[in-house]
């Protein structure tokens, strides 16, 4: 398991400017937001790929500026939106692809949203946008987030089940919480279609904060992801609000990553 972060931790900041703070800091994974049009644009991801080369850095995966939007483009129940709305995704497999990254976030149905389609119909685009993902080299993993169809482990285990070649997932720590699920419960959920890691911290409030910078047990989710056999990456992703300073964000990555490293060498004993 490796260590890396979000541009959105420094959001809004512009997207090149978080590369290059995060990347001086010395993260050398990262996971991307691109937040609008023109940042999709071949110029533009040329001198993203260029920054990241120039230190060391790569990104693993990107994230939609217009995930509040998929409701409405990609799930609702007129069908020609949904393929206009397909077609338009690629624009991200092909950024992703263009900066190195092999993963695209989907956040995928609001349940305060009316839309009438089944959790099979759900799957099936799914399967159809993962398709078109893969053309690109890329994997599109749907994230467990609150409010969402997507918060309840059983709709994430039953598509794993319907769509076992083509469900994938990122497990978002935080958006668990907030749903009142047990992170562990997702893992078990997602099983081995986990792909990806969002990871915070709370406190008593409920806040969202740098790892090890609360009190939620994170030790125990580290090894919930070992025992499940998760080798990929884990991300730091919060808010700007939720530290001070961008070197409390190298704290809570230098204490992740010793706790990753203590844990996985534990696994390897048992």
């Not at 850095?57 to 007129?78: G, N, W």
């Amino acid at each position: 398991m490796e260590i890396g972060i979000s541009t959105g931790c420094l959001y809004p900041e512009l997207t090149e400017n978080s590369i290059r703070i995060l990347t001086e800091l010395g993260f050398k994974r990262l996971e991307v937001f691109f937040n609008t049009f023109s940042e999709m644009e071949i110029d533009y991801l040329d001198r993203l790929k260029r920054l990241l080369d120039s230190h060391g850095a790569r990104v693993v995966s990107v994230h939609p500026f217009i995930s509040s939007f998929e409701s409405f483009m990609l799930f609702s129940a007129y069908e020609r939106r949904f393929r206009d709305g397909a077609r338009f995704y690629e624009k991200f497999y092909r950024a992703a692809a263009r900066v190195g990254a092999d993963k695209v976030v989907l956040h995928g149905l609001n349940t305060s949203y009316s839309s009438t389609i089944t959790n099979d119909e759900y799957f099936r685009r799914f399967s159809v946008m993962q398709h078109n993902a893969r053309s690109y080299g890329v994997e599109l993993l749907q994230e467990n987030v609150n409010i969402f169809r997507s918060s309840d482990p059983s709709f994430i285990s039953d598509m794993r089940k319907s769509i076992p070649g083509e469900a994938s997932f990122v497990l978002d720590l935080k958006q668990a919480l907030r749903a009142g699920i047990d992170p562990v419960e997702m893992i078990k959920a997602m099983g081995t279609r986990l792909r990806h890691v969002h990871i915070s911290d709370r406190t008593a409030q409920g806040q969202c904060m740098l790892p090890f910078f609360g009190s939620y047990d994170l030790e125990g989710f580290i090894e919930s992801l070992a025992a499940n056999g998760y080798n990929g990456d884990i991300i730091i992703e919060v808010y700007r609000t939720s530290f001070g300073s961008v070197e409390d964000m190298v704290r809570s990555a230098q204490l992740l990553d010793s706790a990753v490293k203590r844990i996985s060498m534990g696994a390897g004993h048992h």
